[in-house]
Nanobody, 123 residues
Framework: QVQLVESGGASVQAGGSLRLSCAFFGYAYSPVCMAWFRQAPGKEREGVALIDIDGTTTYEDSVKDRFTISKDNAKNTLYLHMNSLKPEDTAMYYC?????????????????WGQGTQVTVSS
């Protein structure tokens, strides 16, 4: 059974940095697509960044040039490096994965989700 386990969430001040991690295990084949999503209280979940099996990345406009998604296949871990954090980045952050060939976009039907890790940015 595939599992995703996030960690690294914390409370930080605006302008600070965090690195989120997502350990993935229990799979027979590497995910075609992995992504980070976030959901703030009272708001819909939104895609933040994704990375496909070849390492190509995509970012939501509000995090471009501040966030970096990466994956260490040897450690079975997905990362989200977040710099210049803003109060509006406050949310529960989730990692997700799917194995659908040829479909790696933020609107893809991700089939496996982690439990989330909380990021709180104070002004």
């Amino acid at each position: 059974q595939v599992q995703l386990v996030e960690s690294g969430g914390a409370s930080v001040q605006a302008g600070g940095s965090l690195r989120l991690s997502c350990a993935f295990f229990g799979y027979a084949y590497s995910p075609v697509c992995m992504a980070w999503f976030r959901q703030a209280p009272g708001k819909e979940r939104e895609g933040v960044a994704l990375i496909d099996i070849d390492g190509t990345t995509t970012y939501e406009d509000s995090v471009k040039d501040r966030f970096t998604i990466s994956k260490d296949n040897a450690k079975n871990t997905l990362y989200l490096h977040m710099n210049s954090l803003k109060p509006e980045d406050t949310a529960m952050y989730y990692c997700a994965a799917h194995w659908l060939p040829g479909r790696c976009v933020l609107s893809s039907p991700f089939t496996v989700w982690g439990q989330g890790t909380q990021v709180t940015v104070s002004s």
